[in-house]
């Protein structure tokens, strides 16, 4: 069986043959849709072809083209350009598809191309276009379809948003890093020359004078750069959850504490360049394990997207028709009207109408409800089958969905790595180095009291907390790093730790084992009309869903009023004064069981009051990759099971023709939930890999959740981890991984423990001077690091 | 030695120089997007040869 080609410009397989094309110089390329064909011949035609060598990744599939004529209303602007007295202005657009600098390349060169436009600086960490143009000649509308044209997505950068947020976070961590370098280098240099002195022989006069410049360095190192460890130290107090922030906090307080007393009194040893190390390092592990954070934070939950970016608003009280406004124009107060498919803009109460909204988007729930006039009705939910009008509560940043965007964010935030092995660690740690020193100084105040102070800090300064604390963020990092680079994107750092515990892999079927993309592979008409009138009556019932299965049938030309979706049986809604039903067999045509012509396949019934009019086909295509991953997974000893709310046989005979485990059918999301908890009662470990919204509660509830890259935004944003590549193939090796991330985690940590163990007692005998103690922090921290960044390399097959 | 007395802190003033420029820079965003800067010195280097359709940057051309 032979692949067929992959598109030219997204890398999907090419279904349709050579139906979309180009031709450039002597070879023909193939697309895979219209809307990739558009893209590319945009691109090739303008002469940045080259974008496709510089390139590293296959572009994302473009949506349709959106209409930005709302954008160039004055009131919005006014708010979001950035205007100048020479007539020049400046707007920051969002922009979602870029993966890779040859996008920037490429926007950049094809937006400065534009006449009006002076400049246009593009950031991928930021996912944002800074664009200086002159209004007057190009409109900011122009400006977006050009964008949209090369197969991107642009969005006004309003401040809602947590952008602001990682921003400040990064510039504050790089300070931070800055200073604390820089202070180290410099008291490693006289830290150098006291050492030095302590073995060769120094003047009294300039060991005090090197002593107190050093002081002078580290203390901005200590009050400033270090001030996240002390704050992380004192909120774990406060909690009564001490974490690993605690024994670092300790031993940079005390030892620069120590230290400065040492100078004053000229009398006793300095460790202010262990301090400063100590600082450096670990500041630098955590920067590291932010910019991941951020990047899987911008990646996917990008909430901007759920919201519609225009309104129906009525300008006033007595108004019967609406305008169409941009969001961001929208007041509390204001009346908007709600068609029905589309997305509510705003918070607020409704006037009028009974429409039943979908609000999976902030409750998970998927199954729509009934609302009343008089009932509160939150932005992002679905309008499903009436339109209603709203009054506006609430907007911008005071929308609930940012509040729980917000929640999300904050709770993955706090739920930091460290809640980990290595926190249970750290608090054994901490009493038993405490004790310890306890113990040291109380020996030693018997045998020789003058220096028994001066031990007891060499004895807190060699036990290191430095590599302890390193040992698992270092890890967890390189391995999340080395796999985002593949196309998984792991946003839960427990990921890594239960991953190797996995026993039972769930998956569902459309979208996860398959393409997800339904195509329509044959009409059996069963009376007059032709295939193509009974299409096209399905594709206008079929108007304004965006599940896969309305994608299958195509446009139309007419429509359908009342349209009504019954979850889980299908769609039913009046053309011409005529109610038809497609959906389901036994759902259309309940009076008389009928069978579909074929046993293979899904097949879905067209009829109308009197009688059936049409089988429909469809046909979902296996990712390539799938039997492959299937086999590698089965080898891995897991246990496979289909879980799926297709109740079609078609749906049991995929998961039979992978030999899976165990294939469970036409599941409601209920009945998908207590699956996975009965297993999970048997003690059983569970992975799911889901998406749609139907899988959200299943996903939350399995050990591991991974969404496919195609789910909704709100299930990328619960999962633990989202598959970015669309390849199945990267299951079997996050479990390869995470085994080995395991392993070097243990390592690292019965490394760093027993440099503990074995330094501890040398430095209770008093035989460590300051710089054996630093020399043996920074070497113990380097074996450390070193050992993590083996799982950046050994991450198997490479793309 | 008794010139280290001067040395130092002359070499302290330039470190505090030194920070104030770091700062500077990370507070004007200096320090955003590395990865995209690296690899953009791959693309310009090209562009002279393989472009001949554009006339915006024809124009480009001619100014140098």
Redesign the interface.
């Known amino acids: 069986m032979t692949q067929p080609p992959p598109c030219y410009h997204c890398g999907e397989p090419v279904l349709t043959g050579d139906r979309y094309s180009l031709r450039r110089e002597n070879e023909t390329l193939l697309m895979c849709c219209p809307a990739c064909q558009a893209v590319a011949s945009t691109i090739i035609e303008g002469g940045l072809g080259r974008y496709y060598r510089y390139r590293d990744q296959p572009g994302s599939r473009p949506e349709t083209t959106t209409d930005f004529s709302a954008y160039d209303q004055p009131d919005f602007l006014n708010r979001i350009l950035r205007s100048h007295t020479d007539g020049s202005a400046e707007v920051s657009l969002l922009i979602g598809g870029m993966h890779c600098a040859a996008c920037v390349w490429l926007l950049e060169h094809q937006l400065q191309r534009l006449p009006g436009v002076s400049r246009a600086r593009v950031s991928l960490d930021q996912q944002r276009a800074l664009i200086q143009f002159v209004p007057d000649q190009i409109p900011l509308s122009r400006l977006c379809q050009t964008i949209a044209e090369i197969g991107y997505q642009p969005q006004p950068d309003t401040p809602d948003n947590a952008e602001r947020l990682y921003r400040t976070e990064h510039r504050s961590a790089l300070r931070r890093l800055g200073v604390a370098g820089i202070g180290m280098m410099q008291v490693g240099m006289y830290a150098l020359a006291l050492h030095a002195g302590a073995l060769q022989g120094i003047s009294d006069e300039l060991r005090q004078f090197l002593r107190w410049i050093s002081a002078l360095v580290a203390t901005p190192v200590v009050l400033y750069a270090a001030q996240p460890f002390f704050l992380a130290a004192w909120r774990g107090i406060r909690q009564l959850r001490p974490g690993m922030d605690l024994p670092v906090a300790l031993a940079i307080g005390l030892a620069y504490l120590a230290s400065l007393w040492a100078t004053w009194q000229d009398h006793g040893e300095v460790y202010f360049d262990s301090v400063s190390m100590f600082t450096f390092f670990l500041l630098a592990g955590r920067y590291l394990e932010m910019r991941a954070r951020h990047y899987s934070g911008r990646r996917v939950s990008d909430l901007q997207s759920l919201l519609p970016t225009t309104a129906l608003r009525f300008a006033g009280a007595e108004d019967t028709q609406p305008n169409t406004v941009h969001l961001s124009s929208l007041r509390i107060g204001d009346r908007v009207l709600i068609q029905p498919g589309q997305t509510v803009p705003a918070d607020g109460t409704i006037l009028s109408g009974s429409p039943e909204l979908n609000s999976a988007i902030l409750t998970g729930e998927f199954a729509p409800r009934r609302h009343s006039p008089g009932d509160p009705a939150s932005a992002g939910a679905i309008n499903g089958d009436q339109p209603f009008t709203l009054q506006v509560s609430a907007v911008g940043a005071d929308l609930r969905i940012h509040a729980v965007q917000r929640l999300m964010q904050q709770a993955a935030a706090s739920r930091a790595p460290q809640t980990l092995l290595a926190d249970r660690i750290a608090r054994g740690f901490v009493m038993a180095v405490l004790a310890l020193a306890a113990l040291v100084f109380t020996l030693w105040w018997q045998w020789a009291p003058e220096r028994a102070f001066w031990v007891t800090l060499s004895v807190l300064v060699v036990s290191c907390p430095c590599a302890l604390s390193l040992a698992t963020p270092v890890a967890l990092t390189a391995a999340t790093n080395a796999l985002r680079r593949q196309g998984l994107l792991v946003t839960q750092a427990q990921v890594w730790e239960q991953a190797a515990a996995v026993t039972d892999i769930v998956f569902d079927k459309t979208g996860t084992l398959t393409r997800g993309l339904l195509t329509l592979r044959q009409c059996r008409p069963l009376t007059h009309l032709t295939e193509e009138q009974c299409r096209a009556i399905a594709a206008g019932l079929e108007t304004g869903s965006n599940h896969p299965i309305a994608r299958a049938f195509g446009a139309s030309n007419l429509t359908a009023d009342g349209i009504k979706h019954h979850v889980g049986s299908g769609v039913s809604g009046s053309i011409n004064g005529i109610d038809y039903r497609l959906g389901r067999a036994d759902w259309v045509w309940p009076a008389v069981a009928l069978n579909p012509p074929a046993d293979s396949g899904q097949w879905l019934l067209l009829a109308d009051p009197q009688q059936p009019l049409a089988w429909f086909e469809l046909d979902d295509q296996l990712r390539p990759e799938t039997t492959e991953a299937i086999t590698a997974l089965r080898n891995q000893g897991l246990c496979l099971h289909l879980l799926s709310g297709d109740p079609s046989p078609a749906a049991r005979k995929l998961g039979e023709s992978l030999a899976l485990d165990h294939i469970c059918t036409g599941a409601s999301p209920e009945q998908k939930l207590a699956y996975v908890r009965n297993l999970q009662q048997d003690g059983r470990r569970v992975l799911m890999v889901g998406d749609g919204v139907n899988d959200l509660p299943v996903l939350a509830q399995a050990d591991i959740g991974i969404a496919m890259q195609e789910a909704p935004d709100l299930a990328k944003t619960r999962a633990d981890a989202v598959l970015l590549a669309a390849d199945l193939n990267l299951l079997p090796q996050l479990l390869n991984h995470s085994e080995l991330c395991r392993r070097v985690i243990r390592q690292n940590l019965v490394w760093a423990l027993g440099y503990n163990s074995l330094a501890l007692p040398i430095a209770a005998a008093g035989w460590v001077p300051p710089w054996l103690a630093a020399i043996g922090m920074s070497a113990s921290s380097l074996c450390v690091v070193l050992n993590a960044l083996r799982l950046q390399r050994d991450s198997g097959r490479s793309h | 030695?008794e010139s280290?007395?001067i040395l130092?802190p002359v070499?302290?003033l330039l470190?505090g120089g030194?920070?104030a420029a770091?700062?500077w820079a990370?507070?004007s965003?200096q320090?955003?997007?590395?990865?995209?800067e690296?690899?953009?010195l791959?693309?310009e280097e090209?562009e002279d040869d393989?472009?001949t359709?554009?006339p915006?940057l024809q124009q480009d051309r001619s100014d140098d």
């Open positions: 030695m280290l007395y130092i070499a302290l470190i030194a920070v770091f700062l990370v507070n965003d320090f955003e997007d590395l990865d995209t690296s690899r953009r791959l693309f090209e393989n472009d359709t554009s915006t």
